[in-house]
């Protein structure tokens, strides 16, 4: 969020309240959603276990205007709740931003 300067969901929660609205928001923000399509529809989302420094969790989409370019099965890494037992060392090593800007390329 911080990036593009607009909200960003924290919790599996917030994201699903969230929805196609601010996926299509997020999408067009980093341009990787042309204008004129938007996400219209979760399909499946799950949020599961793995790692240790955010919480992971796996969409499919559906787009208005389907493409061959766009992804429709997605996966999604939020920041660890606030009163996580790891997330301050994982904050103290930085370990957060760095691979959202490598997951992000």
């Known amino acids: 969020g911080d990036f593009y ?7 599996y929660d917030q994201l699903q309240d969230g929805g196609p609205e ?24 799950k949020s599961f276990a793995g790692g240790g420094a955010g919480v992971k969790v796996s969409l499919v989409v559906e787009y208005a205007t389907p493409s061959e370019d766009l ?20 904050i103290d090593l930085a370990q957060e931003g760095p691979e959202v800007m490598f997951n992000r390329f």
């Open 5 to 11: 300067q607009m909200w960003f969901p924290h919790t």
């Open 22 to 45: 601010w996926l299509t928001k997020a999408f067009h923000a980093a341009g990787s959603l042309p204008i004129d399509n938007r996400v219209v529809r979760i399909v499946d989302s």
């Open 71 to 90: 992804h429709t099965e997605l996966f999604v890494k939020l920041p660890l709740p606030m009163n996580h037992r790891t997330r301050k060392a994982c």
